[in-house]
């Protein structure tokens, strides 16, 4: 044991020497003589813990048999049992208390080094699409036009595109911790929404040279949804396996209908997630400890709030770092099926309370 963990039980030791004198000195009777060792007990566990509190009441009770064996001997009947109960109880108490307060202690100051990560990241993720835009802004006035015109017009567009994707799911966790995210459901087929969503990704899969598989069933698969918001949850799970798979590496998605719902999956054979991480995964700002997953760690947060509001989960596997990961995403099937899906409109086409990002309410 390490000379830190071994002090813990030399305070127990030296308040409970401290609380022998104390009790001399003090009221006569059995109360005097417990009161200082009874603090004894409450400040060790309260400093150590549990076995620091465990080892005071011990030796508690042991100096109050030798100081007083008439009252405390353990022949002496139910008082002796009572106060070796509130002296345990207060053990238990104070370290639970003690313990409680120490595991918020270390949740605040993760969510302060979160904080200050998150921004760090959040000046990195803004500044390298900024950077592009102006790159292509200063060769566009310096070149005349033809086809290098037109790649930097491309590369501003995409790169503008991405800042305000970024800037959407940060407005979407917010007001989804509000609870002012509103869902426009209709009945859809989820088929139409993948392949909206697959369009979108695709630019990004091909500059990286990336191969990617599609399986999509055959006949309509029915969901009451929102269909801007399972587009967002396709792509951003989409984004995460183009971002964290290797160039030249294997995406695969597949669509199928399950046991009531549909079932959406999204595997990779890229950097995977350490044991440690795949728990807390989907947790807001969550990163791998060296930061090399990079990212604001709000894209899969984002995804499972989403999905959740939907009725629906989502998993994560993975086998280890290098091996790749899958997610997959359950969405609750329409409950009535003879219902005609309806036409996926773009995000931008759409207008009034259920437009992209605005707060409308709470969700109905």
């Known amino acids: 044991m390490s000379r830190a963990r071994l002090i813990p039980y030399g305070v127990s030791i030296l308040a409970v020497a401290a609380a ?3 009790s001399l000195l003090g009221f006569p009777g059995p109360s005097g003589l417990a009161s200082p060792f009874l603090a004894a007990v409450m400040l060790s566990a309260w400093y150590g813990g549990l076995g620091p509190g465990l080892l005071a009441t011990g030796l508690s009770v042991l100096s109050l048999d030798l100081l007083s064996p008439s009252l405390y001997w353990p022949w002496a009947g139910r008082e002796y049992a009572i106060r070796l109960g509130v002296f345990l109880l207060a053990a238990l108490l104070i370290s639970s208390l003690n313990a409680r307060q120490r595991r918020l202690e270390a949740a605040l100051r993760r969510k302060d080094r979160q904080k200050d990560q998150l921004l760090a990241v959040l000046a990195h993720e803004l500044r390298n699409p900024l950077s592009a835009i102006v790159t292509a802004l200063r060769v566009l006035r310096v070149q005349g036009p033809g086809d290098r015109e037109t790649a930097m017009e491309d590369i501003a567009e995409r790169q503008a595109l991405n800042l305000g994707r970024l ?9 989804i911790g509000l609870g002012k995210l509103r869902l426009c459901r209709t009945t859809l087929d989820l088929t139409r929404v993948v392949t909206a969503a697959v369009e979108v990704v695709r630019p990004s899969i091909k500059a990286r040279g990336q191969r990617f598989e599609v399986s999509l069933p055959a006949t309509p698969v029915l969901v009451d949804a929102d269909a801007t918001r399972v587009e967002q ?6 984004n995460n396996a183009v971002k964290y ?9 597949r669509l199928e209908r399950g046991e009531g719902c549909a079932e959406l999956r999204v595997r990779d054979t890229g950097m995977g997630i350490a044991p440690a991480v795949l728990p807390h995964v989907f947790d807001l700002f969550v990163q791998e400890e060296d930061g090399a997953r990079g990212g604001l760690g709000i894209g899969l947060n984002l995804v499972r709030s989403l999905v959740r509001l939907h009725g629906g989960d989502v998993e994560a596997f993975s086998e280890g770092p290098g091996r790749g990961s899958e997610f997959v995403v359950r969405l609750p ?23 992209r990002g605005q707060a409308a309410g709470p969700q109905p």
Do not use: F, H
């Not at 949850?233 to 989409?238: D, S």
């Not at 798979?245 to 998605?253: H, K, M, R, S, V």
């Not at 009535?336 to 437009?355: K, M, N, Q, S, Y």
């Open 167 to 175: 800037i959407d799911d940060l407005l979407d966790v917010s007001r």
């Open 333 to 355: 099937t329409a409950a009535e099926a003879g219902r005609e899906p309806a036409l996926l409109v773009p995000a931008a086409a759409l207008e009034g309370p259920c437009l």
């Open 20 to 22: 022998v004198p104390i």
């Open 233 to 238: 949850v396709v792509v951003n799970l989409l």
């Open 245 to 253: 798979t290797e160039t030249g590496g294997q995406i695969w998605l």
